[in-house]
């Protein structure tokens, strides 16, 4: 019996080994396959030693290997090893390179938990664009029909640099100015005038097709592209194009929207020279064409609670531009639609006069840093334009007046240096110049 067990080891061993190299001879082929059918974007030779064993030693197994490393991963995470996990990640992206979870998993690693601990703002950006690269550059090339990594892309615009939660977010919008003029003097597309180069830099730096790029312009006019919004815009829209499921549709338009919304409070640029100061004039003209979009997705889903109070919000913000800038009857229009939104806002003349006098008198110090920017804006042209010296005097105090206030608001260093505005004096110098910069 010993000796009959013996031998059978043997013969197991022997046919163990056989298995083993006939699976080895059959590999090559299998990447071959997987590359012709687009299922497998890393070869095996382009990864790390650990990966490529991995990969070879575990061939269709490799899952469980890249799941063992999520464990790990969320471990890291939650112990605050973010430096560790950024090879990890590179390792899980090898591994499984066509699900999208795992490069928004690595980017916003990068992007938000790596960037903050670093003081010094080009260090923090350096980070930020790092992560925006990896979703771009090499998330979509493996999954380019991802709304997911859309918006991603689109959320990193418009929260990461566009709002003001990080205090270095005025550097990161000051970064992305000067990124896109290095291909679009004064942020302006035109696609009759661009060239083949240009052309090729836009896709090469931004993964941004001018062909796309060119449709906004054509529905919204020209766009400032220098803005974050107007990049989230963008992004929002061509992943409505993957979008499949409701959820995904849902997000995507609620970006599209915010997106819009953004623009019409402040989709104009002016700027110093050195591009440290930057303020926002609105642009009115979009309002119209937003709100034609609202009304036809409320015909669809005339119920959804969220596009009502996103379609009312908007409502209130280009009744309130309007009144800032002194075109009542245009505010007056959109107070009536708003009325007829909310049940607890009562329509007519006397009502909205009301309803402007109590808005347009509020504490500055509890505006938001976007209607302060607007309201002020609006002053100093208001000041510029008129003939009578005594208006004009009083926009001009009116506005300096809001301006401190509204500083006084930002309770510590950290709060102003994140939302606090630029110097009053700047303001009025960059609003004044504003005709020479084609505004």
Do not use: C
């Amino acid at each position: 019996m010993k000796t009959f067990s013996g031998k059978r080891g043997i013969v197991l061993v022997l046919a163990g080994s056989l298995l083993l190299l006939a699976s080895g001879a059959f590999h090559a082929s299998l990447i071959d396959m997987r590359k012709s059918r687009h299922l497998q974007q890393v070869a095996p030779e382009d990864t790390t030693p650990l990966v490529a064993v991995t990969t070879v030693a575990f061939g269709g197994f490799r899952g469980l290997v890249a799941d063992a490393l999520w464990v790990r991963a969320n471990k890291m995470q939650e112990e605050g090893q973010y430096f560790e996990m950024v090879q990890l990640a590179k390792w899980i992206t090898q591994l499984e390179p066509r699900v999208p979870e795992v490069w928004s998993f690595q980017a916003w690693n990068l992007a938000y938990n790596i960037s903050v601990l670093f003081p010094e703002y080009n260090d923090r950006w350096r980070w930020v664009n790092h992560g925006l690269d990896l979703l771009r550059k090499q998330g979509l090339t493996n999954n380019p029909n991802s709304p997911d990594l859309h918006w991603d892309i689109g959320w990193m615009f418009q929260h990461k640099i566009g709002m003001n939660f990080d205090s270095a977010n005025q550097f990161y919008k000051r970064k992305l100015m000067e990124q896109v003029e290095e291909i679009l003097p004064e942020g302006r597309f035109d696609a009759a005038t661009l060239d083949a180069e240009a052309k090729a830099n836009l896709e090469e730096t931004f993964s941004m097709k001018p062909e796309k790029m060119q449709s906004l312009e054509d529905d919204f006019g020209p766009l400032d592209w220098r803005l974050p919004d107007t990049h989230a815009l963008y992004w929002s829209t061509v992943g409505l194009d993957y979008a499949r499921k409701p959820f995904d549709e849902r997000r995507l338009r609620r970006m599209r929207m915010q997106s819009l919304a953004a623009l019409v409070r402040g989709g104009k640029i002016l700027a110093s020279d050195d591009r440290e100061v930057q303020i926002r004039i609105p642009r009115l003209d979009l309002i119209d064409p937003v709100i034609a979009e609202y009304q036809a997705m409320l015909g669809d889903t005339p119920h959804n609670h969220y596009l009502q109070k996103g379609y009312g919000n908007f409502l209130n913000d280009a009744t309130l531009l309007n009144a800032d800038y002194g075109n009542l009857d245009a505010a007056f229009t959109y107070y009536e639609l708003l009325a007829e939104m909310e049940e607890n806002l009562p329509s007519g003349r006397e009502n909205f006069q009301r309803y402007i006098q109590m808005e347009l008198t509020r504490d500055p110090r509890e505006l938001s840093y976007d209607q302060a920017m607007s309201r002020i804006v609006a002053l100093i042209l208001q000041s510029n334009e008129t003939a009578d010296p005594i208006r004009s005097r009083s926009f001009i105090q009116s506005a300096r007046q809001l301006h401190l206030l509204y500083q006084q608001g930002r309770i510590n260093p950290e709060h102003k240096e994140r939302t606090g505005l630029p110097p009053f004096e700047t303001m009025v110098s960059l609003v004044e110049k504003r005709r020479e910069r084609g505004f």
